[in-house]
C-alpha cells in the first residue's frame, strides 16, 4: 500500500475510533445510571421520583369506582361495570381482571354476588379467573427454575380448580369468550398438551377471532419457557397479526415474540428483540387508529417505546416516553427487579439515540 494512503487512512480512522469508543462509553454510562445527570425537564419527562411502577396506565374511573366499592363490600358496582361492557370482549376482560384481583385478595363480596345470584355468569367467570390469580400469586412470578418446589407444586395444585371452575362460567354463558381465556392460561400453567391447547384455543377463537388479551396468553403458552418454542411463538404472533383487521392492536404480538426469543440468550434482561421496519410500522399505525382511553394502548406503547430505543430511533422513543409517564408497571420493565431503573435506563438510551446532545443536569432548558 503506498505510504500517502496509509497516511490517509491513518488519518480517517482515527477521529472514528475515537468517537466510537466516546459513543460506546455514552451508551455505557446510560445503561448503567440512566438519567442521572440529565437534565431530565428538558425533554418534558419525569424525574424518577415521579415515576409509578404499581401501574402500566392511567387509571379507568370507572373501573376504580367499581374496585372500590367491591373491596367495600358491595357487588353490585362490580356487576353493572361488566354489564356495561356488553360483547365489546376486550374491555369486558379488562374490567373483569380488575375485579377477579380484587376478589383475588378478598372474595367476601364475590361470595355474596355469587350466593344472590347463583346462575350469574359474569359472578362465574370473575370467580374462576380469582382462583387462577391465587393460583399464580402462590407460584410466585419468578422463573420457573427459581420457584421453590413447595409454591411450583401449590401452583399445580390450584389450577385445576380455576379451570373446573371456568369451564361451568362457559355453560352459563356459551357466547362469551372470557372463561375460554382463563382456560388458555390455566392450560399453559398445568403444561397441557398441545392439541388440547388447541381445542381451547379453538373455542376461544370461535367466540373472539382477535381477542387481544386471549392472544398474549396464548404466545406465553407457544413460548419456550413454557410450552413451546421460539419457532412456535414466533409462527403463532405473525399469522394472528397477519390475520388481523387492519391497524389491530394484534400487531404488537411479532415484538412480544422477538422479545421472547431475546429472554432465552445469556446475560441481563434484554431491552427488546430484533425487529422488522414493517412489524414497527405496523404497531405505530395500530396505536395512531387506537381510540382514546383504550386501557390495551398502554400495553402496547411500553413495548413499542422499547423496541424503538433498540432499534436507534430516539426521538420518536421519547414522544411515547411521555405518552406512558408516569406509569411504568409494565413489560419489559417489569421483567428487572426494578422496573422504575430499567425504565429510566431506556429512556436515557433514547435521549442518546435521539440525535441530540444530553442537557446536564442543572443547565437551563432553553440552552443546548
Not at 354476588?113 to 391465587?134: C, K
Amino acid at each position: 500500500m503506498p505510504l500517502m494512503l496509509q497516511y490517509i487512512l491513518t488519518a480517517l480512522g482515527v477521529p472514528v475510533l475515537i468517537w466510537a469508543a466516546w459513543s460506546t462509553a455514552r451508551l455505557a454510562r446510560a445503561n448503567r445510571k440512566g438519567t442521572a445527570g440529565i437534565h431530565i425537564a428538558a425533554y418534558v419527562l419525569l424525574s424518577r421520583e415521579e415515576l409509578d411502577p404499581t401501574r402500566g396506565g392511567p387509571p379507568e374511573p370507572e373501573v376504580a369506582d367499581a374496585v372500590r366499592a367491591v373491596r367495600a363490600g358491595d357487588w353490585r358496582p362490580g356487576a353493572a361495570l361488566l354489564a356495561a361492557a356488553g360483547q365489546d370482549w376486550d374491555l369486558r376482560w379488562h374490567r373483569l381482571s380488575a375485579l377477579a384481583s380484587a376478589a383475588a385478595q378478598d372474595e367476601r363480596w364475590l361470595s355474596d354476588w355469587r350466593a344472590e345470584r347463583p346462575d350469574d355468569p359474569d359472578a362465574a367467570a370473575v370467580y374462576a379467573e380469582a382462583l387462577l390469580y391465587r393460583a399464580w400469586d402462590a407460584r410466585g412470578e419468578g422463573w420457573a427454575k427459581d420457584t421453590p418446589a413447595e409454591r411450583m407444586t401449590r401452583f399445580q395444585q390450584m389450577l385445576p380448580a380455576s379451570l373446573h371452575a371456568a369451564q361451568a362460567a362457559a355453560t352459563l354463558a356459551p357466547d362469551d369468550p372470557s372463561p375460554w381465556v382463563t382456560m388458555v392460561t390455566a392450560a399453559r400453567g398445568l403444561a397441557l398438551p398441545h392439541e388440547e391447547f388447541r381445542r381451547l384455543w379453538g373455542e376461544l377463537t370461535a367466540r373472539a377471532p382477535h381477542h387481544f388479551y386471549g392472544h398474549l396468553s396464548a404466545l406465553q403458552y407457544w413460548c419456550a419457557k413454557w410450552c413451546g418454542s421460539d419457532r412456535l411463538a414466533n409462527r403463532f404472533a405473525q399469522e394472528a397479526a397477519a390475520s388481523a383487521p387492519p391497524q389491530s392492536l394484534l400487531s404488537v404480538l411479532p415484538l412480544e415474540a422477538a422479545f421472547e426469543r431475546a429472554l432465552q440468550g445469556p446475560g441481563p434482561v434484554p431491552l427488546a428483540g430484533r425487529h422488522t421496519r414493517s412489524e414497527l410500522d405496523a404497531v405505530r399505525a395500530a396505536l395512531a387508529a387506537a381510540p382514546a382511553g383504550d386501557p390495551r394502548a398502554p400495553l402496547v406503547r411500553h413495548r413499542l417505546a422499547a423496541a424503538l430505543t433498540l432499534a436507534g430511533k430516539g426521538s420518536e422513543a421519547l414522544d411515547h416516553f411521555r405518552l406512558l409517564e408516569p406509569f411504568v408497571g409494565a413489560e419489559p420493565w417489569t421483567y428487572h427487579p426494578n422496573p422504575v431503573a430499567a425504565y429510566d435506563r431506556a429512556r436515557a438510551l433514547a435521549i442518546l439515540r435521539s440525535g441530540k446532545r444530553a442537557v446536564a443536569a442543572g443547565q437551563p432548558v432553553g440552552r443546548r
